[in-house]
Structures are given as structure tokens and as C-alpha cells.
């Protein structure tokens, strides 16, 4: 597994039938009335969760419900960077391996009992012992111990310094819970989480297969600490119902007779709902995914970064964004997703790879790929400039990515042939190093998404370079935000420098909702701040 955001979802998890929704705070638009308390509120799910229970699954469906009814620690803000939410502050030791969090007082779980620091121990005790073989522990990193040191000061202690933690912190499956609640649930925590969290909202029922309910927890005690939100105080709804969708057209259908309140919406299905005023279409811009060209870094000629350059310059990413992703999506040249911390276009535009189909065919020239005039396909040494861009199937907007790509290369001399296949066999594949390039798309939320997919021996287990596993190390090790943020951005320079990838855009995250349906937007991770959410009548 791949620490809170499993491989399933790092590569699939936005794309097509997943994709999620957001307006910025700062562009929402202005209430004609204020704010109304009441109402239940229409959603879906696409699967059932598997369990509730934080410590039993990697689920994106099981974190999306989660989300709601548990809290963590600290939660990411809109810049990517950690904030408090039930603790109240942090210090970090001088060697990184020691983070000290001060928790709020007077916090209370959904049963009445504390918050407190024995609560978090506890915790984490629970996600580390083998005996609960948790799947998400991976998320802890190095992570040796955690003391609470009084009622409201805990330590957790690694054995070296790793950065990431504090996203893997604010994600629901380190979310804290109530001693007292889990000792009493025991095994039927997963499916009937009464009393154990302290979030907006708070469990009622749950029929399998067909629906969870979830209703307004009346001591939520969290919302004043939120900058990502307007609503201070309690949720305005009164409930949730999330119904059990498992196809997306039919969600959209559910939609559009007024059965869903908001769904995900496949670029196929915007048209329907633009310009239509008893829906809105939402859109967000900033988010956690990068669609790119990766390559067979053992295979002749892409192991040349020389190469890699030239087929950079020839791929027109605003074409990409206009054909295959429709115009949602924002041409991206650096290594980084648009809305991860250390994201900053300058890096693009001074080190990135555009679009230059000159300059590309120069650079080929001089490579010795020389243009055959009978055939129009560049040759060295007697081998035709014939390759394959591979992707997997079941998502037209990366097919049509690679077509595009097709069409460019051809532009320029180079024959390139597209190759569907499901994810599973194509990253099965990889590690053999039987192919050419790729397109690819991971999204992620945290700046260690560079460490993930670059750090020897790279996601492939195709790519090594010792200069780049110090920089990634460097920027992994450190726990200051803001510096942190420093070495990521002299890691991704070194990235662009060296072809490792060509990066092509972020692609938005798009949803319609009935014109009732007030604040909605997203947190960081993609996820609906559902305490800001209100029906107008």
C-alpha cells in the first residue's frame, strides 16, 4: 500500500466516475439569504464501505464516510499546509524525531468522554498493536511510540524525522477515537460507530447495500479552528443520507430528477447541466493530480534525458487540455499537482518542457534522428523512430491524451502507435521494462508524492538517481512546513532538469448539484466541507 491513498487511487481515484467537486471559498457565491438551519441532504455513494472502523481499511469510500463522523489532529489547509484542529499546537524536537502536540481543552467525543491525550495514546496504540493488523499503518512512517504526557500533551516519537506524517495525520484513518466507545464496541465498531468520534456529524444507521445515515452531532466543539470554512458553529443540515449508487449514470440521472442533491459529474454529462438554472457546476482548479509522460528509463533511447527532452517539446499540453480533458483541466509543466504545497508555476516556466516542435526536431537532429524523406519517420543507425505510448483503458480522457501525443510526435517525425491495457497488467508489466513511454496520472495530496513516484527505484522500479533520493530525502526529513516546501521545490528543478517525466496539466475536479444547495466547496483533499452546506428553500 502507498500510505493513506492506496496505488488504486493515486492512479484512478479522480479520474472519470470519481471525479469530485469544489468551489474556492473566495468564489463562492453570495448567499440572498442567509444561512437556513434544517433539511436532509441527498447523497451517494458508489460502493458500500467495507468497515468505519479507521483502522480496518484503506477504503476511499470507507474515508470519505469517515470523514465525517471522526476527527484528527490537524487538518491541511487550502496551501497545502498542516493547521491545528483538535490539537491546539505542536513543537518539534531539534533532531525532527520528536513532535509534541498540545490538544485543545475541553473537547469531548460524541459519549461524553474526553479528548484528551490519553485518547490520542490510546489511538495509536490501537493502530500499531499487530493484533488489529491494521492496513493503513504504513501511514506512520517510523513512528516508534506515542506517551501522553498529561491530559493534554502527547509526544510521538520516530525514529528519524518524516515529514509526511502531518498529512497522513489530518486523513481520517489517524483520526481519533473514544477509548470508552471502542472498548465497548469492540469488533461491531466498523459497523455501528456510536459514541466513538468527534466530528460534525455522528452515526445513526446503516443499512448494507443500500444507504448510511448520518446526523448533525449537536456538540460539535471543532468548527471555530477551520479557516477553509464559513459555518463556525454546528453543521446547517440536519442529516445526511447516502445512498448506495454503485453506476455513475445513474447517479447523474438521480441528479437530474432532484433524487441526489450533488454527484460527481463525467465530462460527458457537464453539457447537461450548464447553463441549466436548476443546477450548478462547480469546479476545482487546485487540485491534487498530475497527468504526465513517464518512460522505460533502461530502454534505448528514452535512458537519454536528451531524448526525453526532444519528445517534451513536441507535445502541445494545450492541445492535450482542449481535446482530451475538454478545457477542465490547467496545463501544468512542473512535477508538482497544482494544489499540493510547493506547487509554483515560475518553476515551470523557467525549467519546464513546453511546446516547441522546432525546437524538438533541432534537438533530434542533433541526437542523429534524421528524417527520412520516403517515409517521413526519423531513423539512427538503421532503427525507425517507431514506438508505443501506453496508458491503461476504461478513461477516454487519457486515451484521447495519447492520441494527441500520437498526432504531435508524427508532426516531428516520430511514429507512435497507442496501447490500451487494464492498470493492473500495465503496472504489472512495468518493473520488466518491455516498453517505450506512457501517460500517466497520479494524484496525491502531500509533497512526498515526488518520493513516491521518483525515489530509487522510482514507482516503475525503473528509475534510480542517487543526487535525487538526497534532495527527496532531504525535503521527507523535514518537518518545518516552510522549509520543507524549499527543498521540495529544489527537488522538483533537479526533476525538470533532468526529463525525468514530462508533465502535461492537473486536471480540475468537477460536480453538479441542485441550484438549493448552498456553500459547497472542498477541503484539501477533495473532500465536501459538508458542515458549511445549506438548502435554500
Not at 466513538?196 to 448520518?214: D, N, Q, R
Not at 518512460?295 to 492535450?320: E, H, M, S
Not at 500495465?426 to 500517466?440: E, H, R, T, W, Y
Amino acid at each position: 500500500m502507498i500510505s493513506a491513498w492506496n496505488l488504486r487511487m493515486l492512479v484512478l481515484g479522480c479520474l472519470g466516475v470519481a471525479l469530485a467537486i469544489t468551489m474556492p471559498l473566495s468564489l463562492a457565491q453570495p448567499a440572498s439569504m442567509p444561512a437556513q438551519r434544517g433539511g436532509t441532504l441527498h447523497l451517494a455513494l458508489g460502493e458500500d464501505p467495507d468497515t468505519l472502523d479507521p483502522h480496518a481499511t484503506v477504503s476511499l469510500t470507507s474515508s470519505q464516510v469517515q470523514s465525517l463522523i471522526y476527527s484528527p489532529l490537524v487538518y491541511i489547509q487550502s496551501n497545502g499546509l498542516p493547521a491545528p484542529l483538535a490539537a491546539q499546537s505542536w513543537t518539534i524536537s531539534p533532531d525532527g524525531r520528536a513532535v509534541t502536540f498540545k490538544l485543545r481543552p475541553g473537547l469531548k467525543f460524541s459519549d461524553g468522554t474526553p479528548f484528551d491525550a490519553q485518547a490520542v495514546e490510546y489511538t495509536f496504540h490501537r493502530h500499531m498493536d499487530p493484533a488489529t493488523a491494521s492496513p493503513s499503518t504504513n501511514q506512520l512512517g517510523p513512528l516508534q511510540s506515542v506517551t501522553a504526557l498529561n491530559t493534554l500533551a502527547v509526544r510521538f516519537t520516530f525514529k528519524e524525522p518524516y515529514a509526511p506524517f502531518f498529512t497522513s495525520l489530518a486523513g481520517s484513518y489517524l483520526s481519533i477515537m473514544s477509548p470508552t466507545a471502542a472498548r465497548k464496541l469492540g469488533k461491531g465498531l466498523g459497523h455501528n460507530p456510536v459514541g466513538v468520534s468527534a466530528g460534525p456529524f455522528v452515526f445513526k444507521s446503516w443499512t448494507p447495500g443500500s444507504e448510511i445515515v448520518l446526523v448533525r452531532n449537536p456538540g460539535y466543539q471543532l468548527g471555530p479552528y477551520r479557516n477553509d470554512t464559513q459555518n463556525k458553529g454546528l453543521p446547517y443540515v440536519d442529516e445526511l443520507d447516502l445512498k448506495v449508487v454503485p453506476e455513475v449514470g445513474t447517479r447523474i440521472a438521480a441528479l437530474e430528477t432532484g433524487a441526489l442533491d450533488i454527484s460527481a459529474l463525467t465530462l460527458e454529462a457537464v453539457p447537461r447541466f450548464l447553463n441549466n438554472p436548476r443546477f450548478q457546476v462547480i469546479t476545482k482548479k487546485d487540485a491534487n493530480d498530475l497527468v504526465f509522460i513517464e518512460f522505460d528509463y533502461k530502454r534505448p533511447p528514452f535512458n537519454d534525458p536528451k531524448f526525453r527532452t526532444a519528445l517534451g517539446w513536441a507535445v502541445d499540453k494545450q492541445a492535450i487540455v482542449r481535446s482530451a480533458w475538454g478545457g477542465y483541466a490547467t496545463p501544468n509543466l512542473t512535477p508538482m499537482p497544482v494544489g499540493d504545497a510547493g506547487y509554483d508555476p515560475k518553476i515551470g516556466e523557467q525549467y519546464g518542457i513546453g511546446y516547441d516542435p522546432k525546437k524538438a526536431a533541432q534537438l533530434f537532429d542533433e541526437l542523429g534522428w534524421k528524417l527520412n524523406p520516403q517515409t517521413k519517420v526519423r531513423e539512427k543507425d538503421g532503427r525507425a523512430a517507431k514506438f508505443t505510448c501506453w496508458t491503461y483503458s476504461g478513461f477516454e480522457t487519457v486515451k484521447r491524451g495519447c492520441e494527441v501525443i500520437q498526432a504531435n510526435l508524427k508532426d516531428v517525425g516520430i511514429d507512435v502507435a497507442v496501447t490500451l491495457t487494464d492498470f493492473g497488467t500495465m503496472s504489472g508489466q512495468m518493473p520488466k521494462a518491455q516498453f517505450d513511454f506512457d501517460l500517466m496520472r497520479w494524484t496525491y495530496p502531500d509533497p512526498t508524492i515526488l518520493s513516491l513516484l521518483f525515489k530509487t527505484p522510482g514507482w516503475e522500479k525503473l528509475y534510480s538517481d542517487p543526487a535525487l533520493d538526497v534532495a527527496l530525502n532531504r525535503a521527507d526529513a523535514t518537518l518545518d512546513p516552510v522549509k520543507r516546501v524549499q527543498y521540495v521545490k529544489a527537488a522538483e528543478v533537479m526533476i525538470l532538469q533532468k526529463a525525468v517525466i514530462v508533465p502535461i496539466l492537473t486536471d480540475w475536479l468537477i460536480t453538479g448539484a441542485r441550484a438549493q444547495v448552498q456553500g459547497l466547496h472542498l477541503d484539501h483533499f477533495g473532500g465536501i466541507l459538508y458542515q458549511d452546506i445549506w438548502l435554500k428553500p
